[in-house]
């Protein structure tokens, strides 16, 4: 089985509609993170928690919120969906936390079309 | 904060040669580390190679390396005796100690 877990995989919605993502991991890592992929941006921070008490913003934050439910659950949620959040999300956790060598362990992505 | 720019959106190679993707970045970060991720056709992304800003020699995983130039500020990866399964968008990225930013990527394509 997968370390990290999105769920759903590909997801369909419409404009104003609320959704959410889930990630689990199994890990052990209490680091997790929210990306989203865009062509030609590469990866952008959305969230991120250091501990399940612990949420921060990231670099593109607004219009979305989350939820550390565990230290293995982080889930994303899109609170009134447009079309420019159309994109590949992408959840991680992180080892070594603190450290430099911290290295991301990806999900598979989650594909969102916002129509 | 910190920066990483890559300059090469997309790259030929022919299977068996060596190849360079460039990667240089910007930080005020006295200690940093440097990565590079794969990400193939099917999304997912890899963990390929990882550079501390205070390692003195170049890290190498196998058939990726890192010409780490400090003082150019640049992060290059190579990869020796590409293969077709190398075809793949390239990730470089930093991390100075509280979160990890990547750059827009590289996307290589091998020729047979």
């Known amino acids: 089985d997968a370390d990290v877990t999105q769920t759903p995989r590909n997801r369909i919605t419409k404009t104003g509609k609320r959704i959410m993502l889930e990630c689990s991991q199994t890990?052990?890592?209490?680091?997790m993170y929210w990306y989203r992929q865009d062509p030609g941006l590469g990866l952008r921070l959305i969230y991120y928690?250091?501990?399940?008490?612990?949420?921060n913003k990231g670099e593109i934050s607004d219009g979305y919120s989350v939820s550390r439910q565990a230290q293995a659950k982080f889930s994303l949620s899109l609170e009134s969906a447009i079309p420019n959040q159309t994109a590949l999300y992408f959840c991680?956790?992180?080892?070594?936390?603190?450290?430099?060598?911290?290295?991301?362990?990806f999900g598979p992505g989650t594909r969102l079309l916002v129509l | 904060a910190q920066k990483i720019t890559q300059t090469q959106p997309g790259m030929f190679v022919q299977e068996k040669e060596a190849v360079t993707l460039d990667c240089t970045y910007d930080?005020?970060?006295?200690?940093?580390?440097l990565f590079w991720y794969k990400q193939p056709s099917s999304g997912e992304m890899i963990f390929l190679i990882y550079?501390?800003?205070?390692?003195?020699q170049n890290a190498t995983e196998g058939r990726y390396s890192l010409n780490f130039q400090k003082a150019r500020k640049s992060a290059n990866l190579v990869i020796s005796a590409s293969q077709l399964g190398d075809s793949a968008m390239y990730f470089c990225?930093?991390?100075?100690?509280?979160?990890?930013?990547f750059g827009a990527g590289t996307r290589l394509f091998v020729k047979a």
């Open positions: 550079q501390g800003s205070y390692d003195e």
């Open positions: 928690s250091f501990d399940v008490k612990d949420i």
């Open positions: 930080t005020s970060d006295q200690s940093y580390g």
């Open positions: 991680a956790t992180s080892d070594d936390p603190g450290q430099l060598k911290e290295t991301q362990y």
């Open positions: 990225a930093i991390n100075g100690g509280f979160k990890t930013i």
């Open positions: 890990k052990g890592h209490d680091r």
